[in-house]
């Protein structure tokens, strides 16, 4: 079975402030893992695949497979970065494969 | 840059009605998927389909509930007999390959 855990409901920083998503799953191969981010009242946004080891809006994020962990993280925070922040795990079965979601962790930047 | 669109964006409906939630996927994606989101709760898969047939399904997903893809732009999701738990966010999405793609979701309310 795959499950993801995002262990934090709210996360709340300073502007400026480094900040760091955490995000764990368990599955049993090689998956492939996505941070998904959703702003007020604006659909679900990818932002990261492990695959393509980017950096988008200065988030990045590396998949630790000892750990199985897919940390989002910031160095500096900004305002414009509070939403919702969703990991996801998909088994790369086939390209149908479902997405499977934590449970989202909601960023709070503050001045 | 083209989008997932969705209609309505909020539906209400009486316990035991049939509703159908509807969605024009981005055009030239192959794979089309249904997820909700109970209020408070994680963004779960419900069906997944490809080449007018579904690929996938999840045990939400039981006969009460059906899916379509009637002409060459729309993907429609059918509930027969809608129960006061199957209100949530109804969110559609597509993907040519690996990268699903999301819609603004449909609020579906069971009175």
């Known amino acids: 079975a795959q499950r993801v855990t995002q262990p934090e409901k709210l996360l709340s920083v300073f502007k400026g402030a480094p900040v760091e998503l955490k995000c764990n799953y368990s599955y049993s191969g090689s998956p492939e893992l996505f941070w998904y981010v959703q702003y007020s009242r604006q659909r679900l946004q990818l932002l990261l695949r492990h695959i393509s080891r980017e950096s988008i809006k200065g988030f990045t994020a590396d998949l630790n497979k000892g750990e199985t962990s897919f940390h989002l993280k910031k160095p500096f925070a900004q305002e414009e970065d509070s939403a919702m922040y969703y990991c996801a795990l998909r088994a790369p079965t086939g390209t149908a494969s479902k997405l499977t979601f934590g449970t989202g962790t909601r960023l709070q930047v503050t001045l | 840059e083209p989008e997932v669109t969705q209609t309505p964006s909020h539906q209400v409906t009486q316990m035991g009605q049939e509703v159908i939630l509807r969605c024009v996927p981005i055009s030239n994606h192959l794979y089309f998927y249904w997820y909700r989101q109970i209020l408070g709760q994680k963004v779960e898969f419900l069906v997944s389909?490809?080449?007018?047939?579904?690929?996938?399904k999840s045990e939400i997903f039981d006969d009460q509930f059906s899916v379509e893809r009637p002409d060459g732009s729309n993907f429609t999701l059918k509930i027969r007999s809608t129960k006061l738990e199957d209100s949530a966010m109804y969110f559609c999405a597509s993907s040519l390959q690996d990268t699903q793609y999301f819609g603004p979701g449909t609020r579906l309310t069971v009175l």
């Open positions: 389909f490809y080449n007018n047939e579904i690929s996938e």
